[in-house]
Nanobody, 115 residues
Framework: QVQLVESGGGLVQAGGSLRLSCAASGSISSINLMGWYRQAPGKERELVATKTSVGTTNYADSVKARFTISRDNAKNTVYLQMNSLKPEDTAVYYC?????????WGQGTQVTVSS
């Protein structure tokens, strides 16, 4: 049974930084896309950043130049470095692994940015 375990969320002041991690436990292979999504209260889940197995990245306009996604394929882990955080970045952040035939989601980690 594959599970994605997230860590690194928390409370930070505006302008601060956090680094999220998401690691897969269990046997998992052929993960094409790893990514991060977020959901703020009363809003729909939205894409934050994704990275494919060949290194192609995609960022939401709202986080470009502030957030950086990286992945360690050997460890089946994806990271999200978040700098210059803003109160509007407050949300539950979810990681996603997309394989050939299955998609996996993490349980979510809360990020709260105070003004």
């Amino acid at each position: 049974q594959v599970q994605l375990v997230e860590s690194g969320g928390g409370l930070v002041q505006a302008g601060g930084s956090l680094r999220l991690s998401c690691a897969a436990s269990g046997s998992i292979s052929s993960i094409n896309l790893m990514g991060w999504y977020r959901q703020a209260p009363g809003k729909e889940r939205e894409l934050v950043a994704t990275k494919t197995s060949v290194g192609t990245t995609n960022y939401a306009d709202s986080v470009k130049a502030r957030f950086t996604i990286s992945r360690d394929n050997a460890k089946n882990t994806v990271y999200l470095q978040m700098n210059s955080l803003k109160p509007e970045d407050t949300a539950v952040y979810y990681c996603k692994f997309q394989g050939v035939s299955r998609t996996y989601w993490g349980q979510g980690t809360q990020v709260t940015v105070s003004s």
